[in-house]
């Protein structure tokens, strides 16, 4: 019975935590990409890329969303021929939706490198977009027709294989195309050509992963259709619904979430034109891409890989929130709340420590002891890592309100948090030429004011009232004081110890110590330390030292 239930707690681990597992690989994906078209290739291929995952989120999250539910409530109502209606109708939207989109990308792609993003090199690569994102359409769909079958696993292990595939084929394209553009750089005798073509391989890895989920999505439908055959003979649909009718619940459900998930990721597109043309105005506009591509490729994963593993910690609890808020426990709704504000604070709260205290080491993984880009990339972890901590509670307050269908709310206080950011990152860039600093505070006040905003929004149907001890005070007094620790151990091993050793070294003691700390703090119990890795030895020394 034990084994049952362990397997059954990893299926729905493996399913729910399948968004964030993927995204933290597209992360992980740029700091390799980096060192094989280098730092002007990834500034050429981030506009790219981005274009690539803001259409996405349309054509493939939203439909995909949107098509899962309408098709759900049909299938527990035994309504399988109108739920094949809706499969059809979202394929041919969707289909129609990718084609102009990618002829968007193809037709204005000059446009979008010199205009929009200041990149005039960048242009073959956003031309590579163009299929990946007809392909990335057809995936939604398929997506969305599993998982309103409630065959979720399939779709986790659709995005798993998507985006192992895009790692995998990112790298290899990349480097073959680099080496072809060096060629043409020497013919040409300029060198930005070969970073051209290495984004442009790069790009051509992402269709490929795109083409291989397809298939995969292809051959699952192949396999389950003869088990969805025999369902329409047992169908309950007092009435067919007509096309019209599902193409206006489709789109209603489509707009609000695909217009929330644009402005939630915008701003990295609009940060890189302010960012170009700050390094212009100022007379950098020389090494404006290889900053950037600094930036984009290792800053920005390195962040954001702390903040989605803190996500890990919460998501799950999210689930169990809005269960218990549709069957209106608001007693459970507020104590399961509260333990995820202070599993948030736990792990989001060192994570951010660790990560400005270890930025140059980290630095000095990616770049070498000496380089100038290792001093900058130290210094821009150093006054970033907050935004991992931001970003948790973000992430937290607004999955929750997507899951009890605030969707209005959640839309507000997008709009108001990039609106602000958009301002910030304009003044502070366009007039004050602060560069990747002004781009910080801009970052700062975006997640800050979303968080605040999704808080106020989720507290007015809730009256949640955190416990700012133990829930937030305590573990952020644990984080400062285990960052001490880490401080002190990576200075003493940096003077003989590698850069890696370093960093292992240091986080292992800077957990062991974080968790002692929030023991002495009455943060976490013997309950606690149970259900976590050698939970036992932390038990036994809370013992002896008499604070358990």
Known sequence: ?????????????????????????????????????????????????????????????????????????????????????????????????????????????????????LERLSRMAVMAAAPSVFFAALVGIFRGYFNGYGMGVLTAHSQYIEKIAMFVAALLCGKAVYGYGQKVAALLQVEAHSYAYGALGAMLGVFISQVIALLHLLLVYVIYAGAFKGRPGQDNSRRAETRFEIQRMLIVNIVPLAAVAVLSNLFMIADQRFFNHCMNATERGSVRTAQWGCYYGKFAPLLGICAAFSCLFVHGLAGKISNAYEREEYRSVRERLGRAVRNASIVSFPAAVYLAVLGKPLAVCCYGRTTAQSAVLAGWLSKGAVLAALFTFSFLFGHLLYKMRMIRELFLASAASFAVHLACAYFMTQRGHMGADGLFCALIL???????????????????????????????????????????????????????????????????????????????????????????????????????
């Open 1 to 117: 019975m034990n084994i049952q239930w362990m397997a059954k707690n990893l299926k729905n681990r493996v399913v729910l935590s399948s968004g964030i597992v993927s995204y933290m690989i597209l992360l992980l994906l740029r700091i390799p990409l980096s060192r094989v078209i280098g730092d002007e290739g990834v500034g050429l291929f981030a506009p790219a890329f981005e274009l690539y995952l803001l259409t996405t989120l349309v054509i493939s999250y939203g439909m995909s969303n949107a098509m899962a539910g309408i098709i759900r409530y049909r299938v527990k109502r035994e309504r399988y021929r109108n739920a094949g209606k809706v499969f059809k109708t979202a394929f041919f939207m969707n289909l129609f939706i990718g084609v102009v989109m990618a002829l968007f990308l193809l037709l204005f792609s000059s446009w979008i490198a010199e205009v929009l993003v």
């Open 446 to 548: 975006y997640f800050g004011i979303y968080m605040v905003l999704t808080y106020v929004f989720l507290n007015r149907r809730v009256k949640f009232r955190p416990d700012w001890f133990s829930g937030i005070l305590f573990p952020l007094a644990a984080a400062a004081l285990s960052g001490v620790v880490v401080y002190l151990i990576n200075r003493l091993l940096s003077g003989f110890a590698g850069a890696v050793v370093c960093i292992i070294v240091s986080l292992l003691a800077g957990v062991v110590f974080h968790i002692l700390f929030l023991i002495i703090f009455r943060v976490i119990g013997e309950a606690e330390l149970q259900e976590m890795p050698f939970g036992f030895l932390f038990i036994m020394l809370g013992r002896t030292i008499g604070v358990l």
